[in-house]
Nanobody, 117 residues
Framework: QVQLVESGGGLVQAGGSLRLSCAAS????????MAWYRQARGQQRELVAS?????NRNYADSVKGRFTISRAGKTVYLQMNSLKPEDTAVYYC?????????????WGQGTQVTVSS
């Protein structure tokens, strides 16, 4: 039983910054991986950034050097700097928790990010 609540989306001009937050809650679980995905209109959903429990980070080529994923307890953040219009999308939080038969993949509802030129 894991619930994800996202916040921080909005409208920003090109070159600006936003920070997305995702809080995970529920009864006693361990986190294997936390990640952010995004889906632009007419595009496939893509992995933006991920963070494993041992501290390994991965980023999509399109956001390297501009976005940073981090974690504090059971909250994951995505700091987005130097935003571009092509970053406009719905951003989704994702977690992989538990082991064996209790392993669960959970998704947030999504938050809209719009970047104007």
């Amino acid at each position: 039983q894991v619930q994800l609540v996202e916040s921080g989306g909005g409208l920003v001009q090109a070159g600006g910054s936003l920070r997305l937050s995702c809080a995970a809650s529920g009864s006693g679980f361990s986190i294997n991986t936390m990640a952010w995905y995004r889906q632009a209109r007419g595009q496939q959903r893509e992995l933006v950034a991920s963070l494993t429990s041992d501290g390994n980070r991965n980023y999509a080529d399109s956001v390297k050097g501009r976005f940073t994923i981090s974690r504090a307890g059971k909250t994951v953040y995505l700091q987005m700097n130097s935003l571009k219009p092509e970053d406009t999308a719905v951003y989704y939080c994702n977690t992989d928790t538990g082991t064996g038969p209790r392993r669960v993949v959970s998704w947030g509802q999504g938050t809209q990010v719009t970047v104007s030129s």
